[in-house]
């Protein structure tokens, strides 16, 4: 609140471009540098507010009446620009419009809901394992596994037609590249934005959709009225925009953990059911996606500094999953913490609405590897894939030895 008596404190500005390559390849320096220049950090190069503290991220997440997502919560405000695609009625929306799009997914894809799924996904994952170990000791499990489990299972649970789901890696990639500004990560894609688009929207409308998934389901909402049925395929398109890449790179966070940490390896193999806890932690440890922006709706003062009405505001999630203010140890990947509380979903009222989901493809595929793999290590340099809100990979190369 805005304290009219205090004085206003002129935040630290910083030159730095998290979106330039050198950031975004590894974000670490700058997150601790943001951290630790202040509560607030002006970016001088696109006049925003930067919020790179976990009590402060948290903060702004929880009070969605200040720090709005209706104006889009990428760079571009939505106020004055016309956005890219017709706006998210998720992601860029608030209450009261938020609400009956919420509660209509939160059901869809409510733990409940999902445990008719858990038997199939299990035994995909344990085919998908058993295939990939026939073809050698050594593969890229980013696209063997990370990549391929997800498209494997999660097209159908939507219920898109068989066949062609080559375009949704590239339809999320150029999604969370808008979340930037239009630097030459977006320019790279453009030629493919139109063609793209037109490609997931057909996959949203009724007809096309499978009438046993989660794409079916929200129009069975629509028709019992708790959505209008022009809702309804924008609804269907936040599941294959929010649901793909983010689990592709949230599973590639925890095979890249514990390629690297071979005791948290042993403690998942004696211990299978730490796979949820291990997921949840590569996802604070990595955060898949690194920064959403929020506008404040009013001035605001935020750790004394005024954030004026009408402000974007960067959340650097994956800083605040690392401040060592909040967690012991930040940097350590280690099954033995208790990794709640981080902001790698999200908090609050826009909490990530699929991580139920997120979690049971996990569980699937990381326990099916903990009960065929002694030992997972790296066999050659990870790359990564740039993205202006992604942690992403292009490939993970793997040595495995298989469990007796
Ligand atoms: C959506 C959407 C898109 C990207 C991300 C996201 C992480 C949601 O279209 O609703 O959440």
Redo the contacts with the bound molecule.
Sequence with gaps: MTDLLAPSVVPPTSDADPFADEHLRDPGPLHRALREAGPVVHLARYDVHALARYEEVHAALVDWQTFESGAGVGLSNFRHEKPWRPP?L??DADPPAHDAPRRVLREILAPPALRRLSAAWRSVAEDLVDDVLAQGAEFDAYAALAKAFPLRVFPDAVGLPPGDRDNLLPYGNV??NAFGPRNALVAADAHRVAELSAWVNAQCVREVLDDDGFGARIWAAADRGDLTHEQAPLVV??LL??GVD?TVHGLSAALYAFSTHPEQWQRLRERPELARVAFDEAVRWQSP?QTFFRTATTDVTVAGTVIRAGTKILMFLGSANRDPARWQDPDRFDLARDPSGHVGFGMGIHQ?VGQHVARLEAEALLTALARRVERIELAGEPERHLNNTLRAWASLPVRVHRAA
């Design positions: 998210s998720l992601l999604a969370f398109r936040s925009t929010a983010t996606v990530c």
